[in-house]
């Protein structure tokens, strides 16, 4: 495997549930190395999201450890991990989550906009350049001053992957995104997460139920019974 990029040991989340709390999973190991992609698959309820969120430094883990780039970030405070967050790891949603009155090309500048001075600041214009550049090479070059809302689903999924790569992160998480779209327009965005991770050395986790989709994955989890199995490849 890979240098690793993103390590999880011994995590474990639970949920409040009438007089006590009911356990999504414990003991959950998970090592990704740059470069590689790897799905989780899981029915509905199976803590999914939940340990989406913990990869992404959204909650802290009840027990166990998160290792980004061989350092421990699992006690961060939440601004350190929201700085950390906004540098290192790309969110690719189900829902696009773009800025509905943002241009395209300000929807893809949104993690600039957050990024210490080192990064953004002064460098605004290197920036402007990055997003066109990415917009370019999802496939949406000339839409960059359209809203949103003239976008289609596809389109408005290419802008976000656009998103998450602005700043190139070492990790990009992605949950279920290809959910809301066609079976060709999903292919296409996979396709197109698959390959920058590979080609730039990124570490890709793809949260999602779809067979299809884990199977375009270089690695396979199931997430069930409170537990995290790495499936045998064929």
């Known amino acids: 495997m890979s240098v690793p990029v993103l390590e999880l040991r011994g995590l474990s989340a639970s949920f409040p549930s009438g007089q006590g709390r009911r356990t999504l999973f414990t003991d959950v190991d998970l090592t990704v190395g740059g470069g590689e992609t790897a ?27 998160i290792t980004l780039a061989g350092r421990d970030v699992s006690s961060l405070s939440d601004a350190d991990a929201a700085r950390l967050r906004n540098r290192h790891i790309g969110f690719v949603f189900q829902n696009y989550s773009l800025i509905p ?3 395209v090309l300000d929807n893809v500048l949104v993690p600039a906009t957050y990024a210490p001075r080192d990064v953004s600041g002064g460098r605004r214009a290197r920036a402007r350049r990055r997003a066109e550049e990415l917009l370019d090479a999802v496939g949406l070059g000339g839409r ?21 790569l602005l700043l190139e992160p070492a990790v990009v998480l992605a949950d279920e995104p290809t959910g809301a779209l066609d079976e060709q327009t999903g292919a296409r965005v996979l396709d197109m997460l698959v390959a920058t991770a590979r080609h730039e050395g990124r570490c890709l986790v793809v949260v999602t139920h779809d067979d299809a989709v884990a199977g375009a994955m270089d690695r396979v989890f199931r997430l069930g019974e409170g537990t995290l199995r790495e499936e045998d490849r064929p």
């Open 144 to 164: 960059g001053q359209d809203l949103p809302l003239r976008l289609s689903g596809g389109e408005q999924q290419r802008v976000a992957i656009a998103r998450a």
């Open 39 to 65: 799905a989780i698959l899981g029915r509905s309820g199976s803590g999914k999201t939940t340990l989406l969120t913990l990869l992404g430094l959204m909650q802290r883990p009840e027990h166990g450890t």
């Open 101 to 103: 009155h943002l241009s």
